[in-house]
């Protein structure tokens, strides 16, 4: 099936810093979407992208759809505590009964240094 | 008002037994979905329903069934369970198929 790269796997931060992570696919999508998840709980929808080369924000955090269409970035600025989590980029892809669904990536795991 | 509610929240259980997780959403989505999240956190879609109906069904154990008695509710059955089941399973809603999922806070399963 297909499969969505995420890098970092994992980020060690102090508060206050800025953060960057992506997501990569060796196939072209028309939607992204990006997820966080925290622990003990399910993931929740932070931002969609539907054309390539938007840019789009939700407070610190601006996501950006790859020119290419295969590729999404994430930036969160100046961290705080409470983005501590799990990110998630998606996209849906052809299923094999020739459904759309949404297949997710390997996720960015972001941990806060005190 | 929880908009996709899942229980257990736990479940540890022995090899060998059968159990079922229970999902249902207040949101009027057309489509409800479960996944399983594994010990790395890889999130990988098990089953979708749309309207009832069967759409998505993904190489699965058949000890797996999912049942889905209105749009509202999609309950998953786990027959003869394996140490390989233990992960975390999570249930979700969207209006179409592929569009914004909203989760449900997940179900922890543990085998022994």
């Known amino acids: 099936g297909q499969q969505l790269n995420q890098s970092p796997q994992s980020m060690f931060i102090q508060e206050g810093e800025d953060v960057s992570m992506n997501c990569t696919s060796s196939s072209i999508f028309n939607t992204w979407l990006w997820y966080k998840q925290d622990p003990g709980e399910g993931p929740v929808l932070l931002i969609a992208?539907?054309?390539?080369?938007e840019l789009t924000s939700n407070g610190r955090l601006t996501a950006q759809f790859g020119i290419t269409r295969k590729d999404s970035f994430l930036n969160i600025s100046a961290s705080i505590p409470s983005d501590v989590g799990i990110y998630f980029c998606a996209g849906p892809y052809q299923s094999n009964f020739g459904n759309e669904k949404l297949t997710f990536g390997t996720g960015t795991r972001l941990t806060i240094i005190p | 008002d929880t908009a996709v509610s899942q229980t257990p929240k736990y479940l540890v259980t022995q090899m060998g037994n059968d159990k079922s997780i229970k999902c249902e959403q207040n949101l009027g989505h057309d489509t409800m979905y479960w996944y399983k999240q594994d010990s790395k956190k890889f999130l990988k879609i098990m089953f979708s329903y749309n309207n009832k109906e069967l759409i998505i069904n993904e190489t699965v154990p058949n000890r797996f069934s999912p049942k889905s008695p209105d749009k509202a509710h999609l309950n998953l059955h786990i027959n003869s369970l394996e140490l390989g089941d233990s992960a975390v399973y999570f249930c979700?809603?969207?209006?179409?198929?592929?569009?914004?999922?909203?989760f449900g806070s997940g179900t922890r399963l543990t085998v022994v």
């Open positions: 992208l539907y054309k390539a080369g």
């Open positions: 979700a809603s969207s209006q179409d198929p592929a569009g914004f999922m909203a």
